[in-house]
């Protein structure tokens, strides 16, 4: 099999000749520049997903871009996941014990991580403060992909106090910008049209995937991907479901995974197992070529999130022209234009009668599925944001401060 190599070239039949030439232009100019990238996992979840390709693209463009995840015990990322949900806002007690976890852990993968970069870009809140520990001689960028439209006030006050001490913060869209001192920048996440999870399979390969987990095939799929995360809302996808099978015959597939920074995910997933039967199956399974499989065959793919940064699920699904319903919040609200390349949705009633209509009406599925591969296409690929992140490095002075790019 031919490898995925994560080459600009590759993009030129989606982006173009002209866009593939000015990046690695621009990639030229930053040839052995050192990049780092800290987050705080390695997969699950849509910030390991970027990383994974963008580091590899600027590696195959001259420029040498890590990749360091910080290492963390259970008590560490019980903390830092509460931190997450007071940030989507959810109540939190910041109690001593807890910022003494979290500063002392992200000090100690300050000690073991030298980061004497030309660039350091840390992602999201776990290792937020890493920046307090280093003699600062690059700029440092936080990149925060959450959900910020109703941050608990008094967590995003002490966060504050380390987001300020970096050059810039960026985040996933506009109305996620905060009161800060530090410029901010507005960058929305992209996919990999060639990886495993992305790419075109066959339909054979489709089917063996498929029959592999026993999904079955006899009925149309109504699926949702997402970590076991309560912002995911799968109990209202579940609950959506029944109602909706009262009226359309069909199967649906959760499935889930749990990412090593997340450690809410057991639970979730086990308080969901009783309702599983023989046509709601609920799998928590790492496996990539299962969610091409599952968002390329699905009849509805669903995202009824109520909180959502992003959603790297929604452009995936949309990639692969499949009609989508999304929940009516942050990053689906962005991708999903309602009734023209999706459904967006406000509550599980809505939630199962787009259900219905979508799978009684073919046609409407099309046309959905082909507004919506076009949209991702012209808006969610890994090239775009490659590009914002050569820009990006490319645009600071030499005293750290952010001008305009060249
Ligand atoms: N994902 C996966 N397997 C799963 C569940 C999720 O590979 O069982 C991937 C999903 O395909 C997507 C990412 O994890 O690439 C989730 O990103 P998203 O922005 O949707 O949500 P997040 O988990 O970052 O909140």
């Known amino acids: 099999m031919e490898r995925h190599l994560n080459r600009i070239e590759d993009y030129e039949p989606l982006c173009g000749a002209e866009a593939v030439e000015r990046i690695a232009r621009k990639a030229e100019r930053l040839r052995e520049a050192h990049v780092v990238h800290v987050n705080s996992t390695y997969y699950g979840g849509g910030v390991a997903e970027i990383l994974g390709s963008l580091t590899l693209l600027l590696n195959n463009l001259g420029v040498r871009a890590g990749w360091r995840v910080i290492q963390g015990a259970p008590d560490f990322?019980?903390?830092?996941?509460?931190?997450?949900?007071?940030?989507?806002?959810?109540?939190?007690?910041?109690?001593?014990?807890?910022?003494?976890i979290y500063e002392e852990i992200v000090a100690e993968n300050a000690l073991r991580n030298h980061l004497d970069h030309d660039f350091v870009v840390v992602h999201d809140p776990q290792p937020l403060p890493l920046?307090?520990?280093?003699?600062?001689?690059?700029?440092?960028?936080?990149?925060?992909?959450?959900?910020?439209?109703?941050?608990?006030?008094?967590?995003?006050?002490?966060?504050?106090?380390?987001?300020?001490?970096?050059?810039a913060a960026i985040f996933s869209l506009e109305e996620y910008g905060q009161e800060l001192e530090v410029p901010q920048l507005?960058?929305?996440?992209?996919?990999?049209?060639?990886s495993i999870k992305n790419r075109e399979l066959s339909e054979g390969e489709i089917d063996e995937r498929l029959d592999h987990y026993s999904i079955?095939?006899?009925?149309?799929?109504?699926?949702?991907?997402?970590?076991?995360?309560?912002?995911?809302?799968?109990?209202?996808?579940?609950?959506?479901?029944?109602?909706?099978?009262?009226?359309?015959?069909?199967?649906?597939?959760?499935?889930?995974n749990v990412a090593?920074?997340?450690?809410?995910?057991?639970?979730?997933?086990?308080?969901?197992?009783?309702?599983?039967?023989?046509?709601?199956?609920?799998?928590?399974?790492?496996?990539?070529?299962?969610?091409?499989?599952?968002?390329?065959?699905?009849?509805?793919?669903?995202?009824?999130?109520?909180?959502?940064?992003?959603?790297?699920?929604?452009?995936e699904?949309?990639?692969?022209?499949?009609?989508?319903?999304?929940?009516?919040?942050?990053?689906?609200?962005?991708?999903?234009?309602?009734?023209?390349?999706?459904f967006l949705v406000n509550t599980?009633?809505?939630?199962?009668?787009?259900?219905?209509?979508l799978v009684k009406d073919e046609r409407l599925r099309r046309r959905f599925g082909e507004a919506a591969r076009e949209s991702v296409r012209r808006?969610?690929?890994?090239s775009r944001l490659l590009e914002q992140h050569l820009d990006l490095y490319d645009s600071f002075d030499a005293t750290f401060k952010l001008r305009q790019p060249r």
């Open 260 to 315: 090593t920074d997340d450690p809410e995910g057991e639970q979730v997933y086990h308080s969901l197992l009783g309702e599983r039967d023989e046509r709601i199956v609920i799998l928590s399974r790492e496996d990539t070529a299962l969610v091409n499989a599952l968002q390329s065959r699905a009849a509805v793919v669903l995202q009824k999130s109520l909180r959502e940064g992003f959603g790297l699920t929604v452009t």
């Open 131 to 167: 920046i307090t520990h280093y003699r600062k001689n690059a700029p440092w960028v936080w990149r925060c992909h959450i959900d910020l439209s109703q941050p608990n006030a008094t967590l995003w006050e002490y966060l504050s106090q380390f987001v300020n001490k970096y050059d």
């Open 379 to 382: 808006r969610y690929l890994m």
């Open 77 to 100: 990322f019980g903390v830092t996941k509460k931190m997450h949900n007071a940030l989507q806002g959810a109540e939190i007690e910041l109690t001593p014990q807890k910022l003494q």
């Open 216 to 256: 079955p095939r006899d009925l149309p799929l109504v699926v949702q991907v997402s970590r076991f995360d309560r912002w995911k809302d799968p109990e209202g996808v579940i609950r959506a479901f029944q109602i909706a099978r009262r009226e359309v015959e069909a199967t649906l597939v959760l499935l889930g």
């Open 348 to 357: 599980v009633e809505e939630c199962a009668a787009r259900v219905v209509q």
């Open 186 to 194: 507005f960058f929305e996440p992209a996919i990999d049209p060639f």
């Open 317 to 342: 699904a949309m990639w692969k022209g499949a009609a989508v319903v999304g929940g009516n919040v942050g990053g689906i609200r962005r991708q999903i234009e309602d009734g023209v390349t999706g």
